[in-house]
Structures are given as structure tokens and as C-alpha cells.
């Protein structure tokens, strides 16, 4: 495109000098009055092919970091640090900060689903071996959206069964209404036969932030373990 572009441009310059010498008048101009004028003209030209062709290659160099999730850069919700608020299956509040220089995938989920949650995580622990010695640079939080049941306790002996660095955090009901909403995650009750015996309908994409904290890719549910390495690689690697 940028090639096409540049033809083009050329091709008018041609065409407006043609038309000049048709002009009887322009034949008895001095051609020191036709030089500075030709001059002007290459040197606009030449600025304006500078600026497309750093418009250019730099749309080549975005293109170059594509990623198998949907990138969501820029976006204005899902702020990281509004999972300060919680506390990890260890008891320990939760503070963003610390994860400074790690890629963070966040999910929402609860112990007790019976399909998506445990597929999720096992994609994310198969991605973690992919990743070798870079895993112990990604940080996987699992926010539960069933309070009342998934305890602490519970937590620690559900999250780390799939990876030991993942972390299960926890909060009081409300808490985690207003966290779900700051994440656009949608999740509800589906009542069973008894007052503890039901299952949550629940959002299935998960997070991921690069190592300044800013959210960067929606990865889908059912995403591969490789491509989700891949598109971690690509987030530590600065992309």
C-alpha cells in the first residue's frame, strides 16, 4: 500500500510538469524560476514518504506481536489492582504491587464447578510446564465466585492441586458482587434440591496482564495450553 502510494504521488509531479511546458507562458519562464519550484515539491515529497513510511514499518512491528487470545489493551475495566481488597487461600490480603515485573492471568470461578473450572486450570497448569523456567514469572489468581462455600481451607487444598504458585483468593459476598462487576463477569446461583446444594453459572475467560500491571489479553475458554504459552511468552518477552 505504501508503494502504491508513493507511485502515485510521483505520477501527479509527472503529470504537473507536463501540463507546465504545454503552457506557452511557462516555455518563456527563465528554468531557474522551474528549478526552486521542482525542488520544493521533491523535498515535500520526500517528508511525506518519510511519514508513511514510518507509519509503515511501525504497523509492521505491531503486527508482528499478534497473539492467539483477543487483545484488549487499553481497556478501561478489569483494573488489576482492585483485587487488593481479597485475601489469598494462605490468609494473606492480596496486594497487586507484589506481582510487579509478572505476567497475571486472573479467573473467576468455584471449587465445586463441575467442568470449566477444573479445564481451565488444567490448560493453564499445561501451559506453566510449556513455559519452563519463565513460569515462576506468571502468577495465576483464581477468585472464587462462591463465597459462602469455598473457604480458605478449601481453597488451599483445590488451587495449588493444580499448581502450586497458583494462588485461590477469597472475599465476603458483596465484595465479590463489586469485584465481579469492575471485571465484567457475570455469574449466578442455580438452585438445587437443598439450601447448599446448588451450582454457579459463571463468565469462562480469563485475564491476562503484562509485567506493568495493564491489562492486555481476554483468553477464551477452551483455549490450547500452547497457544496460551505462546501468548504468555510474548507478554514476558515486552510485546
Same mark, same amino acid.
Given at each position: ?50 511519514i508513511l513510511a514510518g ?8 503486527? +508482528?506481536?499478534? *497473539? $492467539? ?8 475495566? @478489569?483494573? #488489576? ?5 481479597? =485475601? ?21 470461578g468455584y471449587t465445586l ?9 488444567t490448560a493453564m497448569k ?53 469485584? +465481579?462487576?469492575? *471485571? $465484567? ?8 434440591? @437443598?439450601? #447448599? ?5 459463571? =463468565? ?36
Amino acid at each position: 500500500m505504501f508503494i502504491k502510494i508513493v507511485i502515485v504521488l510521483l505520477l501527479l509531479i509527472v503529470v504537473a510538469s507536463l501540463l507546465t511546458n504545454r503552457n506557452p507562458q511557462a516555455r518563456q519562464r527563465p528554468l531557474t524560476r522551474v528549478r526552486p519550484l521542482m525542488l520544493r515539491v521533491a523535498i515535500v515529497l520526500l517528508v511525506i514518504s518519510s511519514i508513511l513510511a514510518g507509519l509503515h514499518l511501525s504497523g509492521c512491528s505491531r503486527e +508482528a506481536a499478534t *497473539f $492467539h487470545s483477543t487483545d484488549i489493551s487499553g481497556a478501561d475495566f @478489569a483494573r #488489576l489492582k482492585a483485587l487488593d481488597s481479597l =485475601s489469598d487461600h494462605r490468609g494473606r490480603r492480596l496486594a497487586s504491587a507484589d506481582f510487579s515485573g509478572k505476567v497475571v492471568v486472573v479467573y473467576f470461578g468455584y471449587t465445586l464447578c463441575p467442568d470449566i473450572c477444573p479445564t481451565t486450570l488444567t490448560a493453564m497448569k499445561e501451559a506453566m510446564q510449556r513455559l519452563g523456567p519463565a513460569a515462576d514469572r506468571v502468577q495465576v489468581l483464581f477468585v472464587t465466585v462462591d463465597p459462602e462455600r469455598d473457604t480458605p481451607e478449601l481453597l488451599a487444598a483445590y488451587v495449588p492441586w493444580f499448581d502450586a504458585r497458583f494462588l485461590g483468593l477469597h472475599a465476603a459476598p458483596q465484595t465479590t458482587r463489586e469485584i +465481579a462487576r469492575e *471485571f $465484567h463477569v457475570l455469574y449466578s446461583k442455580v438452585k438445587g434440591s @437443598a439450601a #447448599l446444594d446448588y451450582s454457579i453459572d459463571h =463468565s469462562a475467560t480469563s485475564y491476562a496482564y503484562d509485567p506493568a500491571g495493564r491489562l492486555r489479553l481476554l483468553i477464551r475458554h477452551g483455549e490450547s495450553p500452547d497457544n496460551i504459552a505462546a501468548d504468555l511468552r510474548q507478554l514476558l518477552a515486552g510485546k
